[in-house]
């Protein structure tokens, strides 16, 4: 059986210099799905908890939304050239080059990264992904994989509109589910895109579709998150 959807909701933070135990319950084992619940502990204090069903491949009807044009990912500049370009940038604040950390996932914004501009601007975008190194055959590897990279940078979508010079806004993940339609490849090349249709309540809601470079839908995402902000206090002469 392969995992084909999980259902997660962040609880609290958690120490990253502390362990973090995970129980995994058995809630049921049918021919074609199955169910697990895990819930991750710190401290005898609950952190996470996610429900994941597994099923076993079989045949059915199929049909898919095609995927949007997008410029080549082996035509556009690698993150860390664009990061490389941003250490030598005096308008780049300096605690924002502080932050600049190397990432796993190799990541090729088919728009221009704008991460630094704080002016508004459409709560969409796009980008290809895909890990730095070969992976094993193992599909349910891959799934992992794309999990992962589903939360590196959608949720910040949801703020896009409501940022500006001097404030500072974060996103706190509050659930994340995913749905894996189809086998891909996470070190291939998958056109990640993500908008967000709303915001609400303090809270920014994102929908996410991961694309093969053929043009298949193979994984969606939706998730929401707290946006919380403040203004930044002005330097002083």
């Not at 997008?70 to 035509?75: G, I, L, R, S, Y």
């Not at 509050?174 to 998958?190: G, M, N, R, T």
Request: aromatic letters at 8%; charged letters at 25%.
């Amino acid at each position: 059986m392969l995992v084909h959807s999980l259902h997660s909701y962040f609880l609290r933070p958690g120490d990253l210099n502390l362990p973090i135990i995970y129980h995994v319950h058995r809630i049921r084992d049918g021919n074609t799905i199955s169910t697990r619940l895990v819930v991750a502990k710190q401290r005898g204090r609950e952190l996470f908890i996610m429900n994941a069903s597994f099923q076993q491949p079989q045949n059915g009807f199929e049909h898919h939304e095609p995927m949007p044009s997008a410029p080549d990912p082996d035509k556009l500049l690698s993150r860390e050239k664009l990061l490389d370009s941003y250490l030598i940038d005096p308008q780049v604040p300096i605690l924002a080059k502080s932050k600049l950390i190397p990432s796993p996932i190799e990541i090729r914004f088919c728009e221009p990264y704008e991460d630094f501009n704080m002016a508004a601007r459409e709560p969409r975008q796009r980008y290809w992904i895909r890990t730095r190194g070969k992976l094993s055959d193992d599909q349910a590897l891959h799934r992992c994989v794309a999990a992962y990279s589903s939360d590196l940078l959608g949720p910040e979508t949801s703020r896009y509109p409501h940022q500006r010079e001097g404030q500072a806004l974060a996103v706190r993940s509050l659930d994340h589910s995913v749905w894996f339609h189809k086998p891909f490849k996470a070190d291939e090349w998958l056109l990640f895109m993500i908008e967000s249709p709303i915001a609400s309540n303090g809270r920014g809601f994102t929908i996410g579709r991961m694309y093969t470079r053929s043009g298949e839908l193979v994984v969606s995402v939706v998730q929401e998150g707290l946006i919380k902000g403040k203004m930044q206090p002005r330097a002083k002469l």
